[in-house]
């Protein structure tokens, strides 16, 4: 009886020390959309990384690892539909 109680305590505390920055992603991804493209400023410098999914993004971001790893030389498409811009910048929040 002890042992279930103090394990039911513990589970608790661990529950109440995780916050929500550091609750894991979501397993379940949104559908794949159309490639997404990210802009960012590396050592001063603009590049660009395509995430083909925005899972990829959200995954990167949650990892507390440089959101900017992936990024590489290259350029957004200036036909890059608005709509797109616009999930990227709720992505980006």
């Not at 894991?24 to 660009?48: H, I, M, N, Q």
Request: glycine content about 4%; hydrophobic content about 35%; charged content about 25%.
């Amino acid at each position: 009886m002890n042992l279930f109680f103090y394990l039911l305590l513990s589970l608790h505390a661990v529950s109440v020390m995780m916050d929500d920055d550091e609750k894991p992603c979501p397993e379940e991804c949104r559908p794949v959309w159309d490639p997404l493209c990210v802009s960012g400023v590396v050592a001063g410098t603009l590049k660009y990384v395509t995430f083909f999914n925005p899972c990829d993004y959200e995954k990167i971001t949650c990892d507390k690892t440089n959101s900017l790893r992936k990024i590489q030389d290259g350029e957004c498409p200036d036909t890059y539909p608005t709509t797109h811009q616009n999930i990227i910048k709720k992505l980006l929040k």
